[in-house]
């Protein structure tokens, strides 16, 4: 099973990127995917899960800025972020297949990608 992250980069604060995670070895069709991020001296904290029905949950202060999608023919799963804030420069993970608990948290998720990193520049 690999999950692997992709689009990240350097970008200026207020600009936009979007993110990929791309799937394979299993059926993550009907798996939870999630986002969470990690930024130099903070804990990961998650960022949006999006279920099998497309139904997103979205850490509060971020879904005004970000939206989750996903492809299912292409096993993937995109972050788009809008609005780039210097605070949002971390790396960014994907998780899949949340088998309990929260889906905020990074422990919960069978497969764990390598993450992507996201500089903003002020």
């Known amino acids: 099973v690999q999950l692997v992250e992709s689009g990240g980069g350097s970008v200026q604060a207020g600009g936009s990127r979007r993110l990929s995670c791309v799937t394979s070895?299993?059926?993550?069709?009907?798996?939870?995917v999630a986002w969470v991020r990690q930024a130099p001296g903070k804990q990961r904290e998650g960022v949006v899960s999006?279920?099998?029905?497309?139904?997103?949950t979205y850490a509060d202060s971020l879904k005004a800025r970000f939206t989750i999608s996903r492809d299912n023919a292409k096993n993937t799963v995109y972050l788009q972020m809008n609005g780039l804030k210097p605070e949002d420069a971390a790396m960014y993970y994907c998780?899949?297949?949340?088998?309990?608990?929260?889906?905020?948290?990074?422990?919960?998720?069978?497969?764990r990608g390598q993450g992507t990193q996201v500089t903003v520049s002020s």
């Open positions: 999006i279920d099998r029905d497309g139904r997103a």
């Open positions: 070895g299993y059926t993550s069709t009907t798996s939870c």
């Open positions: 998780a899949a297949d949340l088998m309990s608990g929260n889906w905020f948290d990074w422990h919960s998720y069978r497969y």
